[in-house]
């Protein structure tokens, strides 16, 4: 059996509450977990201690038999010092997108265009005052 730690919503419209479980992968989201091992409320501020409380005594102990956690998860895993999550690096996330370039250099092309005559009228009014 696949067992993953994760986060199954909770709460009304537009006001999720979490909570941290182990879960058979194969389980819907929301559906039947094998434990509860904490909760998680986002509504609260980064600093609050309610944020995130998890028993990380029984994760160690899931960790132990096979369990993955997801992402966020292991972000709080980490919070708590449980595991040490390697940071992720994705270098090309501030490059714009394809279309973004094309339209970018049609800017600069359009623009250089717009100088060229400019700069090319100003030495002849200057010429023709002197």
Do not use: C
């Not at 994760?6 to 058979?24: H, S």
């Not at 992720?88 to 973004?100: D, F, M, R, V, Y």
């Amino acid at each position: 059996m696949a067992l993953s730690i994760r986060l199954a919503r909770g709460g009304a419209k537009k006001r999720p509450v979490y909570r941290i479980v182990v879960a058979d992968s194969r389980s819907p989201r929301d559906g039947r977990f094998i434990e509860k091992l904490g909760t998680y409320n986002p509504l609260l501020p980064k600093d609050s201690d309610q944020r995130v409380m998890l028993d990380a005594e029984r994760a160690k102990h899931w960790l132990g038999q096979g369990a993955q956690p997801t992402d966020r998860v292991a972000r709080f895993l980490d919070a708590a010092g449980v595991v040490t999550r390697a940071p992720k690096n994705n270098p090309k996330k501030g490059e714009p997108g394809e279309k973004a370039r094309e339209r970018a250099e049609a800017r600069a092309a359009k623009a250089a265009a717009a100088e060229e005559p400019a700069a090319d009228a100003t030495p002849a009014a200057e010429g023709a005052d002197a």
